[in-house]
C-alpha cells in the first residue's frame, strides 16, 4: 500500500510512507491531515476511493441507481448498515 500512495491532497510526499514497527512514534497511526497522520490520512483516502470505485461498477453491474445495504439487511433480519458514498479525488 505504501507504494501506491505518494501524496494527499495538494501535498506530495518528500520521502515515502514510514515503515511502522515498535520503534515508531504513535503520531503515525493519528489519522489527521498534517504532520505524521497525514500518511495513515492518505492510505485511508485511497482506500476510500477504491471502494467507492468498486461499490459504483457493482451497482452499474446490477443496474442500481443507488446500493441500499440498509435495505438487504432488513431482509436478511441483520442489524442495518448506512452506506455513504464519498467524495472522489482526481
Same mark, same amino acid.
Given at each position: 500500500m505504501r507504494g501506491k500512495v505518494s501524496?494527499?491532497?495538494?501535498?506530495e510526499f518528500k520521502h515515502p510512507i514510514p515503515v511502522m514497527g515498535l520503534e515508531s512514534p504513535i %503520531?503515525?497511526?493519528?489519522?489527521?491531515?498534517?504532520?505524521?497522520?497525514?500518511?495513515?490520512?492518505?492510505?485511508?483516502?485511497?482506500?476510500?476511493?477504491?471502494q467507492n470505485i468498486f461499490l459504483e461498477e457493482v451497482a452499474m453491474l446490477e443496474s442500481?441507481?443507488?446500493?441500499?445495504?440498509?435495505?438487504?439487511?432488513?431482509?436478511?433480519?441483520?442489524? %442495518?448498515?448506512?452506506?455513504?458514498?464519498?467524495k472522489v479525488s482526481a
Open positions: 501524496g494527499f491532497e495538494c501535498t %503520531s503515525l497511526c493519528l489519522v489527521e491531515p498534517r504532520d505524521q497522520g497525514i500518511y495513515i490520512t492518505a492510505i485511508l483516502d485511497y482506500l476510500r476511493n477504491h442500481f441507481d443507488k446500493i441500499d445495504i440498509h435495505h438487504q439487511n432488513e431482509e436478511h433480519g441483520a442489524s %442495518s448498515i448506512q452506506v455513504q458514498m464519498c
